[in-house]
């Protein structure tokens, strides 16, 4: 039987236990009784374009004061068509999404985004066959059903649930993968926290990690959402006991992915819940500043939207314009700094000429990746379907059916996974924690070739300190992003081996 039906074999297997085995480890796995903060969704500056199954135009996008991105000009902008065209697309692997809510339409938005772009149909979308060879979408609700609904005009809750929000960012990240990866089965993972959120939100997502990791569900894991290292009461301790799911990936060789975060080196507090308190200076949020998680930072891209090629410096945004023949600048809002909860681990003691030193703590982070919404990738998403005009619910949230251009590191993370992916099925095996294997090219001869070092750009949103783009390893996009994938995934999967 051949590798990639041996994975296959495993998935549908593995589904096949899920049913059984839910209830006993949401009565089995651990918890703790910190008060955590909310984990937010890294979705950021979303634009709605238009409703209907129709893809909007780059005119729509350019009158928006964007450039968006297709599936096929992201793919031609990492280089990663030809891996596509040999046969190499995730085929066998399973990239695992988390994210809190969820929505009941997410299979039938990835289905008609997938119609739309040309990209291989799954099994898990709505009348779609289930034959040998055919990717899997599947969703757990890990614990129990939560419906996306509007709240009421006169609504006084915490304001923390966002479902909305959560909602576009579910389908930010699977459309993304699936752009991406298109042949990888896609596991995606939704919580359903309290309304206080607190200990559930956070305790609930690493257990529902756990279980995928115990349960050997997924090759690559995707997270999407953060908060700030000093919003966890307890700092080191409240962390430490819940990064029990990091610690079995690492052991079970699954690759962990997060967003670097949306604030730039701004993050706040827990509280007041309505309108927490700024971090007073520079600071990163977690699960990105793990040292067993890769941490994805973000850039706007200035390549041609249409054709994914050359340096586009005229269309909108104003970073491409006003830096003339860069390819790609560091985003202002790219999550970056340095921790003040863990060390700085082995893998960044030696870092490319010209880096940032990175003193005794991680530095956050690690690579990069298209991210500015004025920059975006299409998303399609049906959930709201409160409004058709691109109207907002009170809350600010996007309450309009259809489709969106949107950014974040929320779109950086699923996509390196998907890269990631790849990596795998090149190398015939899980590539598990590839920090080392990352820092080693980086630090070759090959680094030139395999990762494009963006140096114009900082991350400084407010009156706190934030942090310039440099040569090599900066706070910004970390190593850079991977600008020659069809090199640097054949590379990575045999440094990872």
């Known amino acids: 039987m051949s590798y990639a039906a041996v994975r296959s074999f495993r998935w549908l297997v593995a589904a096949m236990a899920v049913a059984t085995a839910l209830a006993a480890a949401l009565a089995a796995t651990p918890s703790t009784t910190q008060p955590l903060p909310a984990p937010a969704p890294l979705v950021s500056d979303w634009q709605y374009l238009k409703s209907g199954v129709t893809p909007p135009t780059e005119g729509d996008c350019f009158s928006a004061g964007r450039r968006c991105f297709t599936p096929s000009a992201i793919q031609a902008s990492y280089d990663v068509g030809p891996l596509h065209a040999s046969g190499f697309t995730g085929k066998g692997e399973t990239i695992a999404i988390f994210d809190s809510f969820g929505y009941d339409q997410v299979a039938s938005d990835l289905k008609v985004f997938s119609q739309q772009f040309g990209l291989p149909l799954m099994c898990g979308m709505p009348d779609v066959p289930c034959s040998s060879g055919t990717p899997t979408f599947r969703h757990i609700e890990y614990n129990g059903n939560s419906q996306v609904k509007a709240p009421p005009p006169d609504s006084n809750g915490t304001g923390q649930q966002q479902r909305n929000l959560w909602a576009l960012e579910v389908a930010l990240d699977v459309q993304s993968a699936h752009a991406i990866a298109p042949g ?4 995606l993972v939704t919580t359903n926290p309290a309304e206080t959120l607190g200990v559930q939100g956070f305790t609930t997502l690493m257990n529902a990690e756990q279980y995928v990791i115990d349960n050997n569900m997924a090759d690559v894991i995707s997270q999407s959402f953060g908060a700030g290292e000093e919003s966890f009461t ?17 052991a079970n060789k699954v690759t962990v992915f997060a967003s670097s975060g949306d604030g730039g080196s701004t993050n706040s507090y827990k509280e007041p819940v309505k309108n927490p308190k700024p971090i007073p200076f520079p600071s990163v949020i977690w699960p990105a500043s793990d040292p067993l998680v890769v941490s994805v930072g973000g850039t706007y891209l200035c390549t041609n ?5 050359g340096v586009d410096s005229t269309d909108p945004p104003a970073a491409c314009r006003s830096n003339p023949g860069v390819r790609e600048v560091g985003w202002i809002d790219s999550g970056g700094g340095f921790s003040h909860v863990f060390p700085k681990p082995s893998y960044q003691n030696t870092l490319p000429a010209g880096s940032t030193p990175i003193g005794s703590t991680r530095g956050v982070p690690d690579v990069g990746y298209n991210a500015s919404a004025t920059t975006g990738v299409y998303v399609y998403d049906t959930s709201p379907a409160d409004a058709s005009g691109g109207l907002v619910c009170p809350t600010g949230d996007p309450c309009s059916s259809g489709w969106y251009v949107v950014g974040g590191t929320s779109a950086s993370s699923p996509q390196w996974a998907a890269l990631t992916a790849i990596g795998a099925q090149i190398a015939g095996h899980r590539l598990g924690d590839i920090h080392q294997a990352l820092y080693g090219l980086a630090n070759s001869p090959q680094y030139a070739t395999d990762f494009y070092d963006v140096t114009t750009g900082n991350n400084t949103t407010s009156d706190i300190p934030g942090y310039p783009a440099t040569e090599g390893w900066d706070p910004v996009t970390g190593l850079g992003t991977p600008v020659n994938s069809a090199a640097l995934l054949p590379a990575l999967a045999a440094a990872a081996g």
Do not use: M
């Open 184 to 187: 990888a089965n896609i596991l």
């Open 305 to 309: 939207p249409a054709t994914g090629t």
């Open 234 to 250: 307890g700092g080191t301790a409240a962390l430490q006991n819940l990064r029990h799911a990091f610690q079995s990936a690492a």
